[in-house]
């Protein structure tokens, strides 16, 4: 299915920002509101939030005038009727959006598909009084929806797989994370969150320690800047209250808010944060909290709700946690991460140690995170760099990964043709700057030698390799996209070779495969400079082959693919060898070079200055040497 035009049923604090994000994305997007006055309100929002989205330099001033152009404001729900996709975000009552999607099935095209916002209803109830269950989904967005990445892309046992594929992509191009999740209640994070804020709670209700002592020790605990109470705060006592009502009628006694909780939200009044925090319960409060957050997340995944790697980033982005609960468990090891999960059952009756976290234990087995991905449809496989918290960085871990997927791609003889592509804001942001700041000389030399190893691998592979480059490509990444046959760019997508700033350079084949690409005045001119280019630009100097609006690009890297696919295999295979034999004549004394001479780079005052200020965000101040 092809997203067009999107309706958006709500016009609050949340659905003024998906409107919004919807819109600024390409796509004609229709708001209704009630009445007159809330959507005029509504509107206001939005208007006032991209003004200063210009204000702050984030969008130019055409962009903004593009976007508030594709907004059209209603009080008739008749206007949705031709929306490919309609967005509910109206008030969290089960019975409310259960009249609203039946009122819309009798006004809406056959094809529309619709979405709700809710954070713990069930989507197959929604669904159940359409005569579509099959185009009926979730879309959870997380507060603020205009800011925070994280959308849970959710489906019950009968939403159609096209339908889930289109979210997902609508999720992408409008800038989110998309997570997929099945219909359980709590979808993937709020069925932790919201028991690690109740568990909180509790330990106040217990005595074990006061408000300020909890959070600081929920902040020790899991390195973030604010404690369950706090968050609670934030976020407003009646969303975590009813999300864990919720909970408890579908799952049981232990999800029930606490006493302390329910007498809280009938009072009305937030936390008094106040105080300073002790340190005498300090390691059983966070202990506490990690064994609820480690035992329902294994549980997520022992029940199939969703993958590891998908609830292991809701963590992150979601809730911008800088390790997730999987991350969490690795790190000290699944014998220990038990008998915290054990502990939390031995005080809650309730509460299930899930069996496959006891076999992990027994087997002293790591969840394993993967941040490549490997989709294989209709000869077509499509490579996902699935590490959107970093940019999709390259690491060991990252490239070990895309070698292993080229080589189950280059063992598939159903794959015809190859789309690579990242998640996130970027196709591939550069090499991860962390890392390679505290590698020594030695592991420099062989990390550039690996990265050129696995490139030379997606650039050798008998198949063609078409880059979908769906944001940044800077360093490692346009390198990446270098060693791809075809490159197709989205218009909003930036390109370019920074590491001139970081006081090294090119080093996974740029120095090589640029020339031949765009030429070498072109390519010394992107390296020596360190500046990036627009899509367009791109075009123009032969960087890409064309640019896509981003509503597009998929659909467009797809299609492209799938006419490759249907020509003769092995003519496709060898045109591509010989393509390359030409181009490639010369380059293996060519890599060795660049590898060797940008290894010594790494032995530079100027690189340990560049990549620090870097990460220190600050403008690096080299002295040439």
């Known amino acids: 299915m092809d997203v067009k035009k999107v309706g958006v049923v709500g016009c609050g604090l949340m659905g003024s920002g998906v409107a919004q994000v919807a819109a600024q994305s390409g796509y004609l997007t229709v708001v209704r509101e009630i009445n007159d006055q809330l959507l005029q309100a509504g509107l206001a929002r939005i208007r006032d939030s991209l003004d200063k989205g210009v204000e702050k330099k984030k969008l130019s001033p055409a962009k903004r005038d593009a976007t508030w152009g594709r907004i059209q404001g209603t009080t008739d729900m008749k206007d949705l009727a031709d929306c490919d996709l309609v967005i509910e975000v109206i008030v969290e009552d089960l019975q409310a959006k259960k009249q609203l999607f039946k009122e819309l099935d009798g006004l809406c095209q056959a094809g529309t598909v619709f979405a709700s916002n809710t954070s713990s209803l069930s989507i197959a109830d929604m669904a159940a009084v359409t005569g579509r269950p099959g185009t009926v989904a979730g879309l959870h967005y997380f507060f603020p929806s205009l800011i925070n990445p994280l959308v849970e892309v959710i489906a019950t046992q009968q939403t159609e797989p096209a339908v889930i594929e289109a979210l997902l992509g609508?999720?992408?191009?409008?800038?989110?994370?998309?997570?997929?999740?099945?219909?359980?209640?709590?979808?993937?994070?709020?069925?932790?969150?919201?028991?690690?804020?109740?568990e909180g709670v509790r330990m106040l209700d217990e005595g074990l320690a006061d408000i300020p002592s909890i959070d600081a020790a929920a902040k020790e605990a899991f390195q973030i800047g604010m404690g369950p109470f706090a968050l609670i705060n934030a976020t407003g006592l009646p969303i975590g209250y009813h999300a864990a009502e919720s909970l408890a009628v579908a799952l049981g006694e232990f999800y029930a808010p606490a006493a302390g909780y329910t007498a809280r939200f009938k009072a009305g009044k937030p936390w008094d944060?106040?105080?300073e925090p002790k340190p005498a319960a300090k390691t059983e409060i966070g202990e506490r909290l990690m064994g609820?957050?480690?035992?329902?997340?294994?549980?997520?995944?022992?029940?199939g709700a969703a993958a590891v790697e998908d609830i292991n980033r809701g963590a992150l982005t979601g809730l911008r946690w800088p390790r997730g609960p999987f991350e969490m468990m690795n790190e000290m090891g699944p014998k220990r991460a038990l008998e915290l999960v054990e502990k939390v059952a031995a005080r809650h009756p309730t509460f299930?140690?899930?069996?496959?976290?006891?076999?992990?234990?027994?087997?002293?087995?790591?969840?394993?995170?993967?941040?490549?991905?490997?989709?294989?449809?209709?000869?077509?496989?499509?490579?996902?760099?699935?590490?959107?918290?970093?940019?999709?960085?390259?690491?060991?871990?990252?490239?070990?990964?895309?070698?292993q997927v080229i080589a189950q791609v280059r063992d598939d003889p159903a794959v015809r043709a190859v789309i690579l592509t990242g998640e996130g804001a970027a196709f591939v942001a550069g090499a991860d700057i962390r890392a390679m700041l505290s590698k020594k000389?030695?592991?420099?030399?062989?990390f550039i030698r690996f990265g050129q190893e696995v490139l030379n691998?997606?650039?050798?592979?008998?198949?063609?390799?078409?880059?979908?480059?769906?944001?940044?490509?800077?360093?490692?990444?346009?390198?990446?996209?270098?060693?791809?046959?075809?490159?197709?760019?989205?218009?909003?997508?930036?390109?370019?070779?920074?590491?001139v700033?970081?006081?090294?350079?090119?080093?996974?084949?740029?120095?090589?495969?640029?020339?031949?690409?765009?030429?070498?005045?072109?390519?010394?001119?992107?390296?020596?400079?360190?500046?990036?280019?627009?899509a367009e630009e791109a075009v123009r100097i032969g960087l890409v082959n064309r640019a896509v609006p981003?509503?597009?690009?998929?659909?467009?890297?797809?299609?492209?693919?799938?006419?490759?696919?249907r020509q003769g295999p092995i003519a496709v295979a060898r045109a591509k060898g010989a393509i390359n034999q030409t181009v490639l004549t010369g380059q293996d004394a060519g890599l060795k070079y660049e590898r060797d001479v940008v290894t010594s780079t790494f032995g530079t005052e100027d690189q340990k200055e560049g990549m620090t200020a870097f990460l220190e965000r600050r403008k690096p101040q080299f002295k040439g040497k």
């Open 352 to 403: 299930k140690v899930p069996q496959l976290l006891r076999q992990m234990a027994a087997a002293g087995q790591s969840w394993e995170l993967r941040d490549v991905k490997l989709d294989v449809r209709d000869g077509v496989a499509t490579i996902l760099m699935n590490r959107p918290e970093a940019m999709n960085a390259l690491n060991e871990k990252v490239l070990g990964e895309l070698k």
């Open 292 to 303: 609820v957050v480690f035992g329902l997340a294994a549980g997520l995944v022992e029940e």
């Open 441 to 446: 000389h030695a592991e420099i030399a062989e």
């Open 501 to 534: 700033g970081l006081g090294i350079f090119p080093g996974f084949g740029g120095t090589q495969r640029a020339p031949r690409a765009i030429g070498k005045g072109q390519a010394a001119e992107l390296i020596f400079t360190g500046d990036q280019i627009g």
């Open 273 to 275: 944060l106040e105080g």
């Open 550 to 565: 981003p509503t597009q690009l998929m659909a467009e890297a797809r299609r492209l693919a799938e006419r490759i696919a």
């Open 170 to 198: 609508f999720a992408r191009v409008t800038g989110k994370i998309p997570i997929q999740v099945m219909d359980v209640p709590g979808f993937a994070v709020n069925r932790y969150f919201v028991p690690w804020l109740n």
């Open 457 to 499: 691998e997606v650039e050798a592979l008998p198949k063609p390799v078409i880059a979908a480059i769906n944001g940044f490509a800077l360093g490692g990444g346009l390198e990446l996209a270098l060693a791809c046959d075809i490159r197709l760019a989205s218009t909003e997508s930036r390109m370019g070779f920074p590491e």
